[in-house]
């Protein structure tokens, strides 16, 4: 079904994407990350000793901060840090360093649509930056279900907002092994087929849900594969100086 | 291990709760083997929950949830509609770890999020709170107090929202000399043109109700308590309305990752849940035009 985008993308087009790794100096891991003209950076403190009051001390502790773009900190950045936290505890193999406390600070420098995403993006390739082990790493993308029913990926603010609902979907990065297939299945389903993350805004029905679901672990291949390259590219750069 | 002796041997009790502390992972992970909870539930079935006035409670989680209304001028892009605010407070009341100086973590996400439900669930129609268009709207304001926390905190606080907005009566209200909105004493002794003829309760569609699941390994649990969140942490929250629409699925994180047959499951179970609390915000509902 042929759909008309402002910018002139189809359905399952992303933006053009961006990232660099090392950006800022006195931050242990840092990453810029764009899709379009959403840009938001991420930095990475740690691991530093101690953990907080109420934290498990037989493990390591994430504490993600994030700051607007402009504005005073309200629930809306509370909700993010809380989303943010938890999804990247997950991905961090916590017992590696335990009693201590990573901090990761989300600055929003433009906000043009898939926000939350962006930044899950950003956060996770600063702490690749930052060498902090992790199982795996979360892809995020967002996904979007009109009223005529069709669902269009990576939106713009504006598309953001004429939508009937919205779902910021995270997955783990697509595999390539060279163990033979079926033994990488859980449940009869490929491990990246596994949501980390998914937070939705709007009613849509539970049939779109899970074609957002479909679209989202498409488009996380594809992201998948940006992200390797990149990592690639910049790890062969090594004459880069700190 | 004497689980199934605990009753009468007091050497064995002491040791199951020695036992539930110091390895509690294994204490839930031994009764999830059998398909049941410490609490004697199977996996998937919520607490008990009662609705009384506008304090609901599912298991030992109670919330209080109250409205006051204002009259305010609308905003200039929606002229004949009004407003709703919401907020969820956590007095120290609720838990050990909340205190005076230190808000819990919990409380701005839970507002937010009952906020974004709430709005986008269409449950409640603005312009059925506008006065008169382009001067005066009714402003709700929502607050739900905890008083306490024991699990599934957002599914209790929807349903405080709920059997509030359920509950609410518009007071009569008229247009004074100064064009400034009164409130009406009686229908005869005014001589104003009142601006609503009687005290009117809103007209709710689409109510939507929630069901919070913790996924350990291949297990759901349905409604956990405090204890079960704090051990497993993997927390999904589905909200269906009552038509089946997916209002909202939140999943932050966890060591989990849902596959689709998961998230049918927990579906499944919140369509099962929505049926259960339809019928006690029903009987409550009837209960309170009694009186």
Request: hydrophobic share 40%.
């Amino acid at each position: 079904m042929e759909v008309d985008r402002e910018d002139g993308r189809s359905q399952n087009q992303l933006r053009p994407l961006a990232c660099s790794r090392n950006i800022l100096h006195r931050a242990h891991g840092s990453a810029s990350w764009s899709q379009g003209d959403t840009k938001v950076l991420a930095a990475v403190y740690g691991p530093k000793a101690g953990t907080k009051k109420n934290e498990n001390p037989e493990k390591a502790c994430i504490e993600v901060i994030w700051k607007p773009k402009t504005g005073q900190i309200g629930k809306p950045e509370k909700e993010y840090e809380m989303i943010l936290k938890r999804t990247l505890e997950s991905i961090c193999i916590l017992t590696v360093n335990p009693n201590t406390t990573t901090s990761i600070i989300v600055q929003v420098v433009n906000d043009d649509g898939a926000l939350l995403p962006s930044a899950i993006n950003a956060a996770c390739m600063a702490l690749v930056d930052a060498g902090i082990p992790m199982k795996h790493l979360a892809v995020a993308i967002c996904c979007c279900v009109a009223k005529s029913g069709y669902v269009i990926l990576d939106p713009t603010k504006l598309e953001e907002q004429k939508m009937k609902a919205f779902a910021y979907l995270v997955f783990p990065n697509s595999v390539r092994s060279v163990l033979p297939e079926g033994s990488l299945r859980v449940e009869g389903e490929p491990i990246e087929n596994g949501i980390i993350t998914s937070v939705t805004h709007g009613i849509m029905s539970v049939a779109d849900y899970f074609y957002c679901l479909e679209r989202g672990r498409a488009a996380s291949v594809k992201l998948s594969d940006f992200l390797r390259r990149n990592l690639q590219q910049q790890s062969t750069d090594s004459s880069r100086a700190g | 291990m004497g689980l199934s002796n605990a009753s009468g041997d007091l050497s064995t009790e002491v040791e199951v709760d020695a036992f539930r502390c110091l390895f509690p992972l294994r204490f839930y992970e031994k009764h999830l083997l059998e398909s049941i909870r410490p609490d004697a539930r199977p996996l998937g079935r919520a607490r008990e929950t009662t609705i009384a006035l506008a304090l609901a409670k599912i298991g030992s989680t109670t919330m209080l949830a109250a409205i006051k209304m204002e009259v305010m001028t609308p905003s200039l892009e929606t002229p004949d509609e009004g407003c709703i605010a919401i907020d969820f407070h956590m007095p120290p009341i609720c838990s050990p770890i909340v205190r005076p100086g230190r808000p819990a973590e919990a409380a701005p996400v839970v507002a937010k999020q009952l906020s974004d439900t709430i709005l986008s669930s269409g449950m409640i129609n603005l312009k059925e709170l506008s006065l008169v268009s382009g001067k005066a709207a009714w402003m709700a304001y929502l607050d739900i107090y905890c008083l306490d926390a024991d699990g599934a905190l957002f599914d209790t606080a929807l349903l405080s929202a709920v059997a509030a907005f359920s509950h609410l009566e518009i007071p009569v209200v008229s247009l004074n000399d100064d064009g400034k909105i009164v409130l009406s004493e009686e229908q005869g002794l005014s001589d104003r043109e009142p601006v609503n003829k009687e005290k009117r309760k809103i007209n709710l569609s689409s109510i939507p109700f929630s069901l919070t699941c913790v996924l350990h390994k291949n297990y759901i649990l349905a409604d956990p308590t405090a204890e079960e969140e704090s051990i497993m942490d993997t927390i999904v929250t589905v909200v269906l309305d009552s038509s089946s629409q997916l209002v909202s699925l939140h999943k932050p994180g966890g060591t989990v990752l849902a596959y689709t047959s998961a998230i049918q499951d927990c579906i499944a179970l919140t369509r099962q849940r929505v049926k259960e609390l339809q019928k006690i915000l029903e009987e409550a509902i009837s209960g309170m035009e009694v009186d």
